[in-house]
């Protein structure tokens, strides 16, 4: 008797360690849940989603410094109207038909176009100041870091005020060939300037893109391949749970008929 108990006790300890480790694997939704369901396949797939959550990372860092350059190409863009609408008022200035009055209008005029210039570049992106100083962000991923330049877009730095905020552009004296002349100079240093911060800008962002998509491939390729080797067969694992459940219920019920015939012989030979 105590060899048919051992028998079908190890019978039932069996099957529910087998039922266990289906339960396990369908719980998890993989194969390997732990080291001791197969230890080189456990530690490849730990690797391969650890570096499928850097290169999600990574892909997060370029979509995030593609919104900020997308802020700061904004106020660029903002910058080069005002600085086109600047370049008019000048040659507008320069004409001989201009009042004291109309001057006066144009000045106001340019001097409102400057502080936009200057608001353009205190634009901000996660509270961070992007345009009024040489900025240099630096984009982190798993193949190292991008680095993506912010030039200085104030209307000092553009040479179109002075330090006190002043405006370097004479109209007093843009009635004459080399006052045009120098005014109009520095106002297409300026352009000139601003449009080289916005190409920058924009070769960043196509960069960033390209990165982006290289990302997302390499993420999908690997969880993919991860998924292939590691996932839980969802069907088959039931109807390995559903045979466990079956072969553990039969082992405790031949264990309970042995035990109830055991008895019966024992009380006939009493």
């Known amino acids: 008797m105590a060899i048919g108990g051992v028998g079908f006790l ?16 369908i719980a998890s939704g993989s194969k390997f849940p732990t080291a001791q369901y197969g230890a080189s396949e456990y530690a490849i797939s730990r690797r391969t989603r650890a570096q499928i959550g850097a290169l999600a990372q990574s892909n997060q860092n370029t ?109 007093s004296s843009v009635d004459t060939e080399k006052g045009l002349a120098k ?7 300026a352009l000139k300037k601003a449009l080289d911060g916005a190409t920058d800008i924009g070769a960043a962002q196509q ?19 991860d998924s292939n080797m590691s996932d839980t067969d969802m069907a088959k694992a039931i109807m390995q749970l559903r045979s466990a459940d079956t072969q553990n219920q039969l082992a405790m019920y031949a264990q309970k008929m042995f035990m109830t015939n055991s008895a019966s012989v024992l009380k006939l030979l009493h």
């Open 207 to 225: 960069n960033l893109s390209f990165a982006s998509a290289n990302y997302t491939v390499s993420e999908e390729n690997l969880t993919g391949a």
């Open 183 to 189: 005014a109009l100079d520095t106002i297409d240093d």
């Open 63 to 171: 979509q995030n410094a593609n919104a900020m350059l997308s802020v700061a190409a904004g106020g660029v863009s903002s910058t080069i109207n005002a600085l086109t609408s600047i370049r008019e008022q000048v040659i507008k200035a320069a004409n001989g038909t201009n009042s004291p009055s109309d001057l006066t209008t144009i000045s106001n005029s340019i001097n409102q176009s400057l502080q936009t210039i200057n608001d353009n570049a205190s634009i901000q992106y996660n509270g961070m100041d992007l345009l009024n100083s040489d900025k240099n962000v630096a984009v982190a991923g798993v193949d190292g870091y991008r680095n993506v330049s912010l030039g200085n877009m104030t209307a000092e730095a553009l040479g179109l005020a002075d330090s006190k905020g002043n405006s370097t552009i004479d109209l």
């Open 10 to 25: 190890n019978q039932i300890n069996t099957t529910k360690s087998n039922y266990n480790t289906v339960l396990k694997q």
